[in-house]
């Protein structure tokens, strides 16, 4: 897929929100957009997350955690997020795009949310989008 220059600005500020989280290995930024504005950004954390069990079998998959997506939706009204696109990246520690792909729990959180489109890295410079 062609990336636009809207598309880049919302992948770069969604870069700029990962390298805050302080996760070991996985550094994750999500930015949610509606209408040409940003509503919330968010990057992943270690420590566990209540709504997200909701979405999540804990009995075979264990806890949720504080995923990038669970983080721009949390305290939002769905009738903000309802028709919005979310933007999800994944950097390695040189910073550098890479796989993004949101988790089951991760879609069905933005399915509730009323998110329409998911827009994520694949890779170093490409992207995926896909409608929910």
Same mark, same amino acid.
């Given at each position: 897929?062609?990336?636009?220059?809207?598309?880049?600005?919302? *992948?770069?500020?969604?870069?700029?929100?990962?390298?805050?989280?302080?996760?070991?290995?996985?550094?994750?930024?999500?930015?949610?957009?509606?209408?040409?504005?940003? *509503?919330?950004?968010?990057?992943?954390?270690?420590?566990?997350?209540?709504?997200?069990?909701?979405?999540?079998?804990?009995?075979?998959?264990?806890?949720?955690?504080?995923?990038?997506?669970?983080?721009?939706?949390?305290?939002?009204?769905?009738?903000?997020?309802?028709?919005?696109?979310?933007?999800?990246?994944?950097?390695?520690?040189?910073?550098?795009?890479?796989?993004?792909?949101?988790?089951?729990?991760?879609?069905?959180?933005?399915?509730?949310?009323?998110?329409?489109?998911?827009?994520?890295?694949?890779?170093?410079?490409?992207?995926?989008?896909?409608?929910?």
């Amino acid at each position: 897929m062609k990336i636009s220059n809207k598309t880049k600005r919302y *992948l770069l500020l969604a870069q700029r929100v990962a390298t805050q989280s302080i996760h070991d290995h996985f550094k994750h930024g999500a930015v949610l957009v509606k209408g040409g504005s940003v *509503l919330n950004t968010a990057f992943n954390k270690d420590n566990y997350n209540r709504f997200g069990n909701r979405f999540r079998d804990t009995r075979t998959r264990g806890h949720a955690t504080h995923h990038a997506e669970l983080g721009c939706v949390l305290g939002l009204d769905r009738s903000i997020t309802n028709g919005a696109t979310m933007y999800v990246i994944r950097t390695n520690r040189l910073g550098q795009f890479r796989m993004s792909k949101p988790c089951i729990m991760c879609e069905e959180v933005m399915k509730f949310c009323g998110i329409k489109k998911v827009v994520y890295t694949t890779g170093e410079s490409s992207v995926e989008k896909r409608r929910l």
